[in-house]
């Protein structure tokens, strides 16, 4: 199932499946995004299955949420890219961390930050699952899906400072 909700990214493409007591997101993409979600034959288009977490998203977009509470499908991505993903899960809202970071919390350091920088690059849950708060080591917006300049202007809107 999906649905679109418009943001100041642009519309926003929700994907999910069903779960106990309501929907697991599976994606959510920006338009133009790289490796981006795309509706398929058969899916249904269920806006009203997504309510809660539009309800959300409206609420960040607005400055009034800053942790999002939403089930996300768990059985997405290899055990590594999980492991990386529920790093980013950890990075508060308004902080950044460098890829460097990322990959010492889980366990790649070194030579792991390009397999930490492929995982994040492949994170099917831009915005709620807050790729868009790693950085460059030295400070710069590198790499995002979804483009450096919305990259910026999330990282704009949580007050977190980046020069680019």
């Known amino acids: 199932m999906y649905a679109t909700v418009d943001s100041p990214l642009g519309e926003l493409l929700l994907v999910g499946e ?3 007591g309501g929907v697991a997101l599976v994606s959510l993409s920006l338009p133009g995004q790289k ?3 795309v509706v398929q034959d058969g899916w249904t288009h269920a806006p009203e299955a997504f309510t809660g977490i539009t309800a959300q998203l409206r609420e960040y977009f607005a ?3 800053t942790r999002f509470d939403i089930v996300y499908a768990d059985d997405r991505g290899t055990d590594f890219q ?3 993903w529920a790093a980013l899960d950890t990075v508060p809202y308004g902080e950044t961390v460098s890829y460097g970071q990322i990959a010492e919390r889980v366990g790649a350091p070194g030579a792991g930050v390009r397999a930490v920088g492929t ?3 492949r994170n099917p849950l831009l915005v709620v699952r807050p790729c868009h ?3 460059g080591a030295d400070g710069a917006l590198r790499g995002y899906a979804g483009g450096l300049e919305r990259k910026e202007q999330l990282l704009g809107l949580e007050g977190a400072l980046a020069v680019r």
């Open 63 to 65: 400055g009034r949420l």
């Open 133 to 135: 708060r790693v950085i």
């Open 119 to 121: 995982a994040i690059g």
């Open 18 to 20: 069903a779960a106990s």
């Open 35 to 37: 490796g981006a979600a």
């Open 82 to 84: 999980r492991r990386v």
